[in-house]
Nanobody, 112 residues
Framework: QVRLQESGPGLVNSSQTLSLTCTVS?????????WHWIRQSPGKGLESIGY???????AYNPSLKGRASISRDTSKNQFFLQLTSVSSEDTAVYYC?????WGQGTQVTVSS
């Protein structure tokens, strides 16, 4: 059974870069699945940010206008999210997920 755990700073200054880590156990991220980042802003629904496939290729939500980057460290079985030039609109609970399994989510607040 795959387990995912998000980690990273809960507070990011406006215009800076948000960086999150998802630590995975139970499945080798280099052997199967797509590994997703998803967020939910206050009062809004879930929004896909993007994913990295087990082969290493990535895809992103066009609405983020190139600000998102997903990478991985297969030696640590972790994958990462970087979101540049953040604003208050990026305040959200951020989740990593794969194959129906989700992490518990981590709150990120962008301060101005």
């Amino acid at each position: 059974q795959v387990r995912l755990q998000e980690s990273g700073p809960g507070l990011v200054n406006s215009s800076q870069t948000l960086s999150l880590t998802c630590t995975v156990s139970g499945v080798n991220i280099a052997t199967k699945n797509e590994w997703h980042w998803i967020r939910q802003s206050p009062g809004k629904g879930l929004e896909s940010i993007g994913y990295i496939r087990y082969l290493g290729n990535t895809a992103y939500n066009p609405s983020l206008k190139g600000r998102a980057s997903i990478s991985r460290d297969t030696s640590k079985n972790q994958f990462f999210l970087q979101l540049t030039s953040v604003s208050s609109e990026d305040t959200a609970v951020y989740y990593c997920a794969s194959d129906g399994s989700w992490g518990q989510g981590t709150q990120v607040t962008v301060s101005s």
